[in-house]
């Protein structure tokens, strides 16, 4: 029998993990990118051939993937020599704005570039010449064989061979490959077992999840929030001021803690704040460079460590910050036996030392822009240190919206500021609120009057609609069908007929009728009598009916002659709908009344759920102010159709008619038996 030899390096863990990923988010392509601007009469071939020496001098920029049949994992082979792949852009026709248009397109296609791990060079240098003098280096590796460590040290030994003719002499480096190799052997020794069991604790091997009141919920037909689509991070940046960021350096000193402890506790207090949840897990952006010999390393070395926090409202800010650094000291302690898999719901924080400015004969090298995607994060804060700055960068999913993550920045910012303010505080005492948003919750958010009509009452509106659009549907019940001029004529003839009763302002008339048009004329005649409507549902219980017309003390009621055996008996005049020869005696045109906005439109009934049943009493002004917001804030197109599926004894049976029978649009109601039954 054949055998067949392979010959490659096994994956780290991190690459596996990534690999995972990977396969299954096959439509995102996860890269290492970074933006250099380099100031000065530049030597391409100078650069070209530093980039060249860094080239050989790593094994993981010669790094090509190749799986073979069987295998889980693909195996990673290095060539014995690799260039860069490298490409020119002359931009220097074009003006600023272009210019940084053209850059910024750059940016975003190098972060949707699908490697082609299986052959040449995984490593993408474009020079772009922006003046005589102005260049940006834009490079970058797909994140299976960088991190963002990775992309520092090949910015700073660029610097360093440029500046020396491409003849520095550098000490042997651990590489890549004997790091996996490495870290193969440690999973097998004896005090692994002791590493796998610190990450078996039950808020680190099933973190809670952490929903922030902003998060928006996936759509039904994407299943679970792991399914939700994945946007790569619009970042709303901001910077730590000057100022505050002296203070939080000089009291994260008095407290034994770093700067990078102090973000941390912040960002761990502003989720308990805005989540309630107690048991926060913040997964901790770690460069995975535990030994001073991998410091030069170059490849995925860096992992996302959980770190659990306790939080409540007695922790004092000190107490919550010395937590996070023993918590990330020790879960950095252990850092090598974590393998957690890819989780969604996921909240990370990060803390990145960016190389600082540097000069190399004539020429000046600054990191512009870093990024890496190295795994799938919901939310992750990352703050960038360089040049005695601190900037802040929002990565976030589709859960959020770009005004959700810029308003959690100015929260963040206000934060910081009130911890320095006494590290001692209680942390929820602690403002997360700051001047804009305060004014805004308090003055901008209440600026709620407006200039509505309010000479006119439901009816009138009404009778506009039956004037202008007399032809047009008003009512729709089943198959029958009622014009607004039909609607009108008839709630008319009914408002005359009650007029004649004695009915006027704040007089109150019952309505004991089922869902039919009959009920709306009788809603809209009652009104234009200058009367209010008790509305009445015969399917109510005999007692409940009883309660209501002896409380709200009605003088009339309307009804149907085959329903009044199921309303309690009444002593007050009863106008029969169905007796039409009596009720089209009376004349067609709109009658007069001297009601206003102020008097009463209708009654309606709590449901006693709470206790004994009272009647609300609703004014005309109250419903127009209800009609006029809503059609404010909807901007809903003309023609609409409304349906009605409540019982006019239900607040919700009222407030869906008024919008439709106002504006000109159409009504439609259904029997209840028919709402009731479903479909076949």
Sequence with gaps: MQTQTIEGFQLSSQQKRLWRLEQAEPHLAFRARCLVSITGELDRARLFASLQIISDRHDILRATFHRHAGMKFPLQAIAASSSPDWSESDM????????????????????????????????????LQLAEENHLLLFSLPTICADAKTLAIVVEEVCELYAAGGEAEWEDIVQYTQFSEWQQELWADEEAETGKAYWQQPYLSHPPVVKLPTERQPHASRGDSASRPYIPANRPSGMIAPKLLAKIENQAQQLNSSLSDWLLASWQILLWRLSGESNLVVYYGSDGRFDEELENTLGLLAKWL?????????????????????????????????????????????????????HATGVT????????????????????????????????????????????????????????????????????????????????????????????????????????????????????????????????????????????????????????????????????????????????????????????????????????????????????????????????????????????????????????????????????????????????????????????????????????????????????????????
């Design 92 to 127: 220097r026709n074009l003006s600023p704005q272009p210019q940084a248009e053209k850059i910024e397109e750059l940016w975003r296609q190098e972060a949707s570039i699908k490697p082609e791990l299986e052959q040449g060079s995984p490593w993408r240098v474009s020079l």
């Design 306 to 358: 959980p770190i659990h926090t306790h939080l409540d409202a007695t922790k004092r800010f000190s107490e919550v910050i010395e937590h996070a650094r023993e918590s990330r000291e020790e879960a950095e302690e252990w850092q090598d036996y974590f393998e957690g898999e890819s989780q969604s719901d996921r909240i990370g924080f990060e803390f990145l030392e960016l190389p600082e400015q540097s």
């Design 365 to 680: 090298f600054a990191v512009e822009r870093l990024d890496v995607r190295s795994d799938r994060l919901k939310l992750c804060l990352t703050c960038y240190r360089q040049q005695g700055r601190v900037n802040l960068a929002f990565d976030y999913e589709s859960a959020y919206s770009k005004e959700a993550i810029a308003r959690l920045a100015e929260r963040f910012q206000t934060l910081l500021e009130s911890t320095v303010e006494d590290p001692q505080s209680r942390i929820d005492q602690l403002a997360i609120v700051g001047e804009n948003e305060r004014s805004q919750l308090l003055v901008e958010f209440n600026q709620t009057q407006r200039d509505f009509p309010s000479q006119q009452c439901l009816h009138q509106l009404f009778e506009e609609q039956a004037f202008r659009f007399p032809e047009r549907v008003a009512l729709q019940f089943q198959t029958e069908q009622l014009t607004y001029a039909q609607l009108n004529l008839r709630a008319n003839q009914l408002a005359h007929y009650l007029q004649q009763l004695g009915i006027g302002s704040e007089t109150l008339v019952a309505i004991g009728l089922e869902r039919s048009l009959d009920a709306m004329v009788a809603l809209l005649g009652i009104l234009k009598a200058g009367g209010a409507y008790l509305p009445l549902d015969p399917a109510m219980p005999t007692e409940r009916l009883e309660l209501m017309l002896s409380q709200a003390g009605a003088s009339a009621l309307v009804t149907q002659r085959g329903l009044i055996e199921e309303l309690p008996p009444v002593e007050m005049p009863v106008v029969y709908l169905d007796d039409e020869e009596a009720i089209a005696q009376f004349p067609t045109e709109n009658p007069t009344s001297a009601v206003v906005p102020d008097n009463l439109a209708y009654v309606i009934f709590t449901s006693g759920s709470t206790g004994k049943p009272k009647g609300v009493a609703v004014e005309h002004r109250l419903v127009l102010n209800y009609l006029h917001g809503v059609t404010e804030q909807l901007q809903l197109p003309a023609d609409r159709d409304y349906a009605t599926v409540s019982t006019l004894a239900a607040d919700l049976g009222n407030t869906a008619i008024f919008p439709a029978l106002c504006q000109g649009d159409v009504c439609t109601s259904s029997r209840r038996n028919a709402l009731l039954t479903p479909p076949p």
